[in-house]
């Protein structure tokens, strides 16, 4: 009787189950899926990289715009200061040609209008080349597992499909299109997720990289219709720090801070 058992289960029928064996259940659909989603991640984390990068670059062009381009005598000469290719020699270079053509302008209130308009323009291309790529990951952090959940409906089918055919649900005939399908769950979700993250990272950089831009456009209109008189107040850390501390070696402890007094004077009698 034993030796019997030992014989059925030698000559039973063996199954091996893994990340291959479960991709070979579902088919050319399977692989198509997870093509698909293959393309999906390495799209989304180059967009990452390079996004960052760009970000990056253009923050650390906007240290120079503040310590170096104002303290210059005029905008041109402020340009030299700047690369050629930099999101901010863009705004520069577009508010000089907006200047020249600012004073063929008749109505004064058209012209500051057509200016603002000018500057504007120029912010909205830059933003439009930041935000590129991003609509990519928007989308896969949105369809990502939707495409996964395609892949767990079609190995769901395949496993009842094989039920039916073998007449009964044993675990050899359903582990592997079952596995199959939630592996394309997990897999469609590990697309998703970093690009959900990426997508809102990147975001929220560019806001900020947006907003430096629209003060700098205020501070080149500003100094444009004003002939070159205003200028924002540039100040290195080295100066900050020393700033600071005079104000404090100013400071007297305890004493009581000063206020404003005024001299009345009794008018004279004629």
Same mark, same amino acid.
């Given at each position: 009787?034993?030796?019997?058992?030992?014989?059925?289960?030698?000559?039973?029928?063996?199954?091996?189950?893994?990340?291959?064996?479960?991709?070979?259940?579902?088919?050319?659909?399977?692989?198509?899926?997870?093509?698909?989603?293959?393309?999906?991640?390495?799209?989304?984390?180059?967009?990452?990289?390079?996004?960052?990068?760009?970000?990056?670059?253009?923050?650390?062009?906007?240290?120079?715009?503040?310590?170096?381009?104002?303290?210059?005598?005029?905008?041109?000469?402020?340009?030299?200061?700047?690369?050629?290719?930099?999101?901010?020699?863009?705004?520069?270079?577009?508010?000089?040609?907006?200047?020249?053509?600012?004073?063929?302008?008749?109505?004064?209130?058209?012209?500051?209008?057509?200016?603002?308009?000018?500057?504007?323009?120029?912010?909205? %291309?830059?933003?439009?080349?930041?935000? +590129?790529?991003? #609509?990519?990951? *928007? /989308?896969?952090? &949105? @369809?990502? $597992?939707?495409?996964?959940?395609?892949?767990?409906?079609?190995?769901?089918?395949?496993?009842?499909?094989?039920?039916?055919?073998?007449?009964?649900?044993?675990?050899?005939?359903?582990?592997?299109?079952?596995?199959?399908?939630?592996?394309?769950?997990?897999?469609?979700?590990?697309?998703?997720?970093?690009?959900?993250?990426?997508?809102?990272?990147?975001?929220?950089?560019?806001?900020?990289?947006?907003?430096?831009?629209?003060?700098?456009?205020?501070?080149?209109?500003?100094?444009?219709?004003?002939?070159?008189?205003?200028?924002?107040?540039?100040?290195?850390?080295?100066?900050?720090?020393?700033?600071?501390?005079? %104000?404090?070696?100013?400071?007297?402890? +305890?004493?009581? #801070?000063?206020? *404003? /007094?005024?001299? &009345? @004077?009794? $008018?004279?009698?004629?």
């Amino acid at each position: 009787m034993y030796t019997q058992l030992l014989t059925a289960a030698a000559e039973a029928p063996k199954s091996s189950f893994g990340f291959w064996q479960a991709m070979e259940e579902g088919g050319p659909v399977a692989w198509s899926i997870l093509a698909v989603m293959v393309i999906m991640s390495v799209g989304s984390f180059y967009i990452l990289f390079t996004k960052l990068f760009e970000q990056n670059k253009v923050m650390k062009q906007y240290k120079g715009v503040r310590t170096n381009f104002w303290r210059t005598n005029s905008l041109k000469e402020g340009a030299t200061k700047l690369d050629k290719n930099s999101a901010w020699r863009q705004l520069v270079d577009d508010a000089l040609v907006a200047e020249e053509k600012h004073a063929k302008l008749n109505d004064q209130m058209e012209a500051h209008d057509w200016m603002h308009g000018s500057l504007a323009r120029s912010e909205h %291309a830059i933003q439009a080349k930041l935000n +590129g790529g991003l #609509p990519f990951l *928007a /989308t896969v952090g &949105a @369809t990502a $597992p939707f495409v996964g959940l395609l892949g767990t409906v079609i190995g769901i089918y395949r496993a009842l499909i094989n039920i039916g055919v073998a007449g009964s649900a044993s675990i050899d005939k359903v582990a592997g299109p079952v596995g199959e399908a939630l592996i394309m769950t997990a897999i469609g979700l590990l697309v998703a997720v970093p690009a959900v993250f990426a997508y809102n990272w990147l975001q929220s950089r560019n806001r900020k990289i947006f907003d430096m831009m629209s003060g700098f456009s205020t501070d080149l209109l500003a100094n444009i219709n004003s002939g070159g008189t205003i200028k924002p107040a540039t100040m290195t850390a080295t100066s900050t720090q020393t700033a600071g501390k005079a %104000a404090a070696g100013r400071t007297v402890p +305890g004493a009581k #801070p000063a206020t *404003a /007094t005024t001299t &009345a @004077t009794t $008018p004279t009698k004629r």
